[in-house]
């Protein structure tokens, strides 16, 4: 039995969000620690500023009671006075409708995490998704073009540079390519480099010069290779037999009849790409000194910002469940036999 | 399965398996790693984990030195790590007063243009509990011979105070400096404005030069620019003609040739002094094969043990991974139904969850720091999912085939048809993803030692560039702190990818490819 094109939608969507739930839900749990922990040490901060300022004011100390009863005013402000499962349900609400509120700590020049990570994902979205693009676009044309004439000299290469890339973390090629581009051959001014903030879009363009050549190497091999994989698979298809059989020119089969039916796979790729590209990656971030998401969660990180690490967690997430939902139903748009498999499932 | 059965199937796997080029590479490097390995101990030393952290035993080392074969491709040649034991040295004992004396002598052949950076004096042992009980070290030197220098051998370090474990950078001590202006000044170099008589003891003598330095705002200014290591090694003559001070300080040439050091400890005789641990280095400007980190440790040492890391995180935390997600998915597609259902939820939900953000902050949740068995740990509850999309699918249909349902007609219980029949058809495809997953699990290692989030108490790839980063090493262009750890993480990757995919085109005869 089918299932309408809408109400499929309707059915990935509900259950992309109760999963989001229950991912805050369970990061949720392990933060509301790390917070409580904070926010403890922030109530005996904020009070012994009380009691020094009380004291310049009325020269004297105050009371033990008054003291007490400050302290607990402020550990109701906090909730900490609330069980655990309640701070942690709180938290999940909180995080899930984007009240993430302000940070103890500055990151970006700001305390209020929205505007912190509106900061950052621009930033973020300007590199990554750059890359993601010139990704795309040299990954698909190789894999096209080593899919044409597999056991090649390009085939070879491309499986061969796909295999190595997965076995390097991009953050050390990131260091590799500072070492050689800025310290030895000295293209590009240090300074770039080694502070976090740039000003200016002429800067801004060759500072993002090599982070985005990295990325590009250490990522468009797998691409190509991918797509090189499933267009030979397509290629070995039937209704492929039957165009040949009937003399289609090979061109118009490759890129007409099995780039067709490679579509969807191909286009859940791009949309994962794309989609990826938003969270940036930490630890590349980190090594160009890159101000963007990563870079923020590591400041987080550093600072002990635990709610600015939660939006980001929660960001992360979102990214994800969103693109596997989109993917899906893409994937359903294009190919109409999924759905009744998710129909006979349901 | 019987034995037979078994060695025969190996056997076949085995001839096959040798026919693969990249996976024959890949299992030569895995062995060569095994070995350097399991032979890391016995290279260096047991406890090096434990040496790594606590810094003492790289006291001698210098800081941030390149490899010494760098000197190869420069015109310059500089000076090597040279390290002087008790056993290189010749030791005289004798008596004077209530006094043992022990005189050491040996002999240093500087042969490079840039001498050492310093010398360190370390490991002397004494069972003095009172200041005035400590050990006095006196140290003195030959220089080469050179036509036109008045004096060769002088005082180089005045008896000073050595407490047991303490050390002696030569070129930090104040009385270096000023012995050295005045074998500056009995050589004529130095021009004092009032000569110190001879017969003064020397600690009078070295106040008196002391005071002349400071009063000349010129003299002064020398000596404080002035790099003992260089002057003591350098040339005071050129073509016979003493040179200036000012070439002697500013523009110093290396004297080549050998240079003999006494070094004379004396002790109170009731004190016990032990030597067998004494050192004296010539502390180089480049150090073994593969330089030094910004704390004086050898990256090559750090090299080697990261390898057990490496190796150890890879394997336990593949092989747990794909056994539980085989299990889960052979489980979940051998019951049906809504048990089905709801393992490949939970199995979504995992995988929707962003692994790096997700290790950060469990690693936060165990307190920061997390020990290998928790990394263990963390990696498998993220590493588990995509086995079990794959085994399920595969036990699926297996689940179809006549002979289950004949063994089921049979009788057999469900644990016999999931561990007899359908596990076994798994295996292959099981050896392959284990291989192919290691790759995955020394990278995500490596980037959470990146964030320093790993314990110290093991060596680790990561941490190493973790260090580097933390150096500024790329922006210094210290290219031995970055690329050898790296090049370590990609290989180890490389070499498991080789074999994953052999072991996979030779297992899985079905997805071979065009």
């Known amino acids: ?346 | 399965m019987r034995w037979v059965d078994f060695k025969d199937s190996v056997k076949r796997f085995w001839s096959e398996y040798k026919h693969q080029k990249s996976g024959m590479l890949g299992l030569i490097f895995l062995i060569i790693l095994l070995v350097l390995g399991i032979a890391a101990p016995y290279l260096t030393s047991p406890d090096m984990p434990k040496q790594w952290q606590t810094g003492e035993a790289w006291i001698v080392n210098p800081k941030n030195a390149p490899p010494s074969w760098e000197n190869v491709f420069s015109n310059q040649k500089l000076a090597d790590q040279k390290v002087y034991t008790i056993h290189d040295m010749k030791v005289a004992e004798s008596k004077n007063g209530s006094y043992k004396v022990y005189t050491l002598t040996f002999t240093y052949n500087m042969d490079y243009d840039i001498p050492p950076k310093d010398i360190v004096i370390t490991g002397l042992k004494s069972n003095a509990s009172r200041p005035q009980d400590n050990p006095l070290i006196s140290v003195y030197v030959e220089r080469p011979a050179e036509q036109g220098a008045k004096v060769e051998k002088f005082l180089l370090l005045p008896d000073t105070q050595l407490p047991s474990k303490g050390v002696l950078h030569l070129s930090y001590l104040k009385e270096v400096k000023t012995l050295l202006f005045y074998w500056l000044y009995e050589n004529g170099i130095v021009k004092l404005p009032m000569a110190p008589p001879e017969a003064l003891p020397m600690e009078i003598k070295l106040m008196q030069i002391n005071q002349q330095i400071q009063l000349d705002s010129k003299l002064y200014g020398y000596f404080q620019s002035m790099d003992p290591m260089r002057v003591l090694f350098g040339a005071l003559t050129e073509n016979g003609q003493l040179r200036t001070l000012d070439q002697v300080i500013n523009d110093p040439k290396a004297l080549k040739g050998n240079y003999k050091f006494t070094i004379v400890i004396k002790a109170p005789e009731n004190i016990k002094v032990d030597l067998s641990n004494f050192e004296v280095a010539m502390v180089g400007r480049t150090f073994g094969i593969l330089g030094t980190d910004q704390y004086g440790r050898p990256i090559g040492v750090g090299l080697l043990w990261g390898i057990r890391v490496a190796i150890a995180i890879g394997l336990a935390v593949s092989i747990s991974s794909v056994v539980i997600g085989i299990l889960i998915g052979v489980t979940s597609a051998y019951l049906g139904g809504w048990a089905d259902e709801v393992i490949q939820r939970i199995t979504e939900f995992f995988m929707t969850l962003p692994v790096l953000p997700m290790l950060i902050l469990l690693s936060l949740y165990f307190g920061g720091r997390i020990t290998l068995k928790q990394l263990v740990l963390i990696l498998v509850i993220f590493g588990w999912m995509g086995t079990t999309k794959v085994a399920r699918s595969m036990a699926l249909q297996i689940k179809e085939q006549t002979y289950i349902e004949a063994a089921r007609a049979l009788g057999a219980s469900t644990g016999r048809i999931v561990f007899r029949h359908i596990v076994p058809q798994l295996l292959p495809y099981a050896f392959a993803s284990i291989a192919l997953s290691v790759p995955g699990a020394i990278l995500s290692e490596a980037g959470l030692s990146f964030l320093g989030l790993t314990s110290n108490n093991m060596i680790t790839w990561g941490q190493m560039l973790n260090v580097a980063q933390q150096n500024g090493a790329t922006l210094n262009g210290y290219w031995w702190q970055v690329i050898p750890p790296g090049l370590a993480i990609a290989l180890v990757g490389l070499i498991f990818v080789l074999i994953g995919v052999s072991l996979d085109t030779v297992l899985n005869p079905k997805l071979k490819r065009a």
């Open chain 1, 1 to 346: 039995m089918g299932m309408s094109f809408g109400k499929y939608v309707a059915y990935r969507l509900v259950n992309a969000i109760i999963i989001l739930f229950l991912a805050v839900l369970l990061m949720s749990a392990l933060f509301t620690k790390l917070a409580t922990i904070q926010l403890t040490s922030q109530v005996d901060e904020e009070v012994q500023m009380w009691v020094r300022g009380y004291t310049q004011q009325h020269h004297q100390q105050p009371t033990k009671e008054m003291i007490e009863s400050y302290r607990e005013s402020r550990i109701k402000y906090y909730r900490l006075d609330q069980p655990y499962w309640k701070m942690m349900w709180m938290y999940t609400i909180d995080t899930f409708f984007f009240k993430w509120g302000n940070s103890f700590v500055k990151v970006f020049g700001t305390t209020d995490i929205i505007s912190q990570i509106k900061t950052a994902l621009a930033r973020t979205v300007l590199l990554f998704t750059t890359s993601e693009i010139f990704i795309i676009l040299i990954g698909l044309s190789l894999g096209l073009k080593s899919a044409r004439h597999p056991g090649s000299l390009l085939d070879r290469t491309i499986s061969i540079l796909a295999m190595i890339a997965s076995s390097l973390p991009m953050w050390w090629v990131g260091m590799l390519m500072i070492l050689l581009f800025v310290v030895y051959l000295g293209w590009l001014p240090i300074t770039l480099y080694s502070q976090v903030e740039v000003s200016g879009w002429a800067n801004i363009l060759k500072k993002m010069s090599l982070p985005v050549l990295t990325i590009v190497l250490v990522s468009f091999g797998g691409w190509a290779w991918t797509t090189r994989n499933i267009m030979i698979g397509t290629m070995q298809e039937d209704f492929i037999m039957v165009a040949r059989a009937k003399g289609v020119p090979e061109r118009r089969i490759i890129y007409g009849h099995a780039l067709k039916a490679a579509a969807p796979p191909i286009i859940t790729m791009v949309i994962f790409g794309l989609i990826g590209s938003l969270g940036g990656a930490i630890i590349t971030e980190i090594v160009f000194n890159w101000p963007g998401m990563g870079r923020l969660y590591y400041e987080a990180l550093q600072l002990n910002a635990v709610r600015t690490m939660m939006a980001l967690n929660y960001m992360f997430a979102v990214l994800t469940v969103l693109s596997m939902v989109l993917a899906d139903i893409l994937y359903a748009y294009l190919d109409p036999r999924i759905r009744i498999g998710a129909a006979a499932r349901s």
